[in-house]
C-alpha cells in the first residue's frame, strides 16, 4: 500500500495529506522533536508530542498553531490514525505511527534505546514499514552504559577540581546539555549559558524537573564559578567567554568522540562519548524489533547501514535528507547571538 510519497519537501502521506518533519513550510507538519533539523519555522500548522509543545514555542516562536498529543494517544487525519511513541532521543522525542486501512509506517525521526533518565526510553513498534536514522549506522559505534559514562564525567571533574581546575562541557542546547546536568548533578554548582538555560525554562514549563543549574551571567565573577562545572552550546568553542573562564578544563560530548582525531580536530582537552543517537546494535536492534517487511534508511550512514540490512534478509532503501548537523549548528550560533 502507498501511504508515504518522499518529496523535495520532505515526507509527505498521501491519504493524510501532512507531512513528517518537513524540510520546507507546509500546511500541516507532524514533528517528531524540537531539533532545528526536524522542527523548521514557516509551517501554518504542527503537530507534536506534549512535551515538545514548549520547546517548539520556545524555538519556532509562542504564536505558532500548535497541537499535542500523550505518547500512545491516537489522532485521525482523513482517515490516517496518528498516535506518537518513545524515541529515548532527547525529552519530548517520538517515533510517529500512521495505521491506513490496517497498514502500518513508523517514522522513527531520530532515536537511541539507552536509557539516559532524561528522555522517555525508546519503545519499539511492530509496523509493515520503518524509517531508521542512520546518524551512526557503522560498526565503530558502540556506547558505553549510562553508570560508565557518569563516572567518566564526574571523575573528570573530581581530577580537575584537584588541579584547581573549572571543568566546562560541550553540548547542544536542546538534548546534549540536559543529559549533560543529568550525568554530572549531585558533584557541585552547575552554571549553564542563556541559551541552555532558556531551554530548561520552556522544558520545565512542560512539567518535568531536571537537575538544578544556574544562569551563567554576562557578569560573572570568576572567583564564583572557579572549579565548578559550567555547560556552554559548541558554538562557543574558542569564544570571548572561554577565555574568561578561570582555568577552564574543556571537553566535548558527542558520539563523534568515538573517533580520537575528532578529539584532537576539536582542540579540546577531553571527548567523552555521549550521544542521544542509537549506535550500531541499536539500530539493528531497533529494526529487527520492529518486523518490518520493508526500511527506509536516512541521515548519516545510509549506504553502509542499508546494503548490511539487505545482507541479513531485511529489505532497506537509502532514503537522502536535506538537513542535518550542520542545521543544528547554525541555530545554536543563532540563539547564542539574540540569548
Known amino acids: 500500500m502507498k501511504l508515504l510519497k518522499f518529496t523535495k519537501k520532505g515526507i509527505y502521506c498521501i491519504p493524510g495529506k501532512f507531512y513528517l518533519d518537513p524540510w520546507y513550510p507546509v500546511d500541516y507538519a507532524i514533528i517528531s522533536h524540537g531539533h532545528a533539523d526536524h522542527a523548521r519555522w514557516g ?8 512535551d515538545s509543545k514548549a520547546i517548539l514555542q520556545h524555538r519556532i516562536g509562542v504564536g505558532i498553531s500548535i497541537e499535542s498529543l500523550a505518547y500512545n494517544q491516537t489522532k485521525m487525519i482523513n482517515g490516517v490514525k496518528v498516535s506518537f511513541h518513545p524515541a529515548g532521543h532527547i525529552i519530548g522525542s517520538a517515533q510517529i505511527r500512521l ?11 531520530d532515536y537511541k534505546i539507552q536509557p539516559d533518565g532524561v528522555s522517555t526510553s525508546f519503545e519499539p513498534i511492530k509496523c509493515h514499514e520503518f524509517i531508521t536514522e542512520s546518524t551512526f549506522g557503522l560498526p565503530i559505534y558502540k556506547w558505553k552504559t549510562e553508570q560508565e559514562l557518569q563516572n567518566e564525567l564526574q571523575d573528570w571533574i ?8 573549572t571543568s ?4 547542544y542546547s536542546l538534548g546534549k546539555a540536559q543529559r549533560i546536568l543529568k550525568l554530572v548533578e549531585n558533584v557541585d554548582a552547575i552554571y549553564v549559558h542563556a541559551a541552555i538555560h532558556n531551554l ?38 574558542g569564544s570571548r567567554l572561554l577565555k574568561r573562564i578561570p582555568n577552564a578544563a574543556t571537553a566535548i560530548c558527542s558520539g563523534w568522540m568515538q573517533i580520537r582525531g575528532n578529539r584532537r580536530w576539536k582542540g579540546v582537552d577531553a571527548g567523552f562519548v555521549v550521544s542521544d543517537h542509537a549506535d550500531w546494535d541499536g539500530l539493528l536492534t531497533a529494526v529487527k524489533a520492529t518486523e518490518a517487511e520493508k526500511v527506509y534508511v536516512t541521515h548519516g550512514s545510509q549506504a553502509v547501514f542499508s546494503k548490511y540490512l539487505n545482507d541479513i534478509g531485511i529489505k532497506a532503501h537509502e532514503l537522502k535528507t536535506e538537513f542535518g548537523e550542520d542545521t543544528l549548528e547554525a541555530v545554536e550560533q543563532e540563539k547564542i547571538e539574540k540569548a
Open 43 to 50: 509551517n501554518k500548522h504542527y503537530l507534536c508530542h506534549n
Open 168 to 171: 566546562v562541557f560541550f553540548g
Open 99 to 109: 495505521e491506513y486501512k490496517g497498514y502500518v509506517v513508523v517514522f522513527s525521526g
Open 200 to 237: 530548561n525554562n520552556a522544558i520545565s514549563n512542560s512539567g518535568i524537573t531536571l537537575p538544578k543549574s544556574q544562569l551563567l551571567t554576562s557578569d560573572f565573577k570568576k572567583s564564583a564559578i572557579q572549579n565548578k562545572i559550567i555547560i556552554l552550546p559548541p558554538a562557543l568553542l
Open 158 to 165: 573530581y581530577q580537575n577540581q584537584q588541579n584547581n581546575r
